[in-house]
């Protein structure tokens, strides 16, 4: 019961944040580019561990942990939209 009281208290704390994230509109092709540098798109902590050519074992993706993990992938696809929408660049660099 206590963990679920926790969740419930980490969600109301984060809320703000979460919105300011939801609703931040990207204009600015610098900050764009700033962003879809800044936020991977590929967790960085996921790998196997292997040893002599044998695979010890598996890190799992850790980013999924980070509570607001969802807003900030949105903004990273967010600014990669308007990076190929609104400028014209191929934005598969950042892929």
Same mark, same amino acid.
């Given at each position: 019961?206590?963990?679920?009281? %926790?969740? $419930?208290?980490?969600?109301?704390?984060?809320?703000p944040? $979460?919105?300011?994230?939801?609703?931040? #509109?990207?204009?600015?092709?610098?900050?764009?580019? /700033?962003?879809? @540098?800044?936020? +991977?798109? %590929?967790? +960085?902590?996921?790998r196997?561990?292997?040893?002599?050519? $044998? @695979?010890? /074992?598996?890190? +799992? +993706?850790?980013? @999924?942990?980070?509570?607001? &993990?969802?807003?900030?992938?949105?903004?990273?696809? @967010?600014?990669?939209? &308007?990076?190929?929408?609104?400028?014209g #660049?191929?934005?598969?660099? &950042?892929?």
């Open positions: 019961m206590t963990s679920f009281i %926790q969740a $419930r208290l980490d969600n109301d704390l984060l809320h944040v $979460r919105e300011w994230l939801e609703t931040i #509109e990207i204009h600015n092709c610098k900050l764009a580019h /700033f962003l879809c @540098k800044a936020i +991977p798109a %590929q967790c +960085p902590f996921e196997d561990l292997t040893l002599f050519g $044998r @695979k010890l /074992f598996h890190i +799992p +993706p850790m980013c @999924k942990l980070n509570p607001l &993990y969802e807003e900030v992938v949105g903004l990273r696809f @967010k600014a990669l939209c &308007y990076l190929a929408d609104e400028c #660049e191929d934005v598969t660099a &950042y892929c």
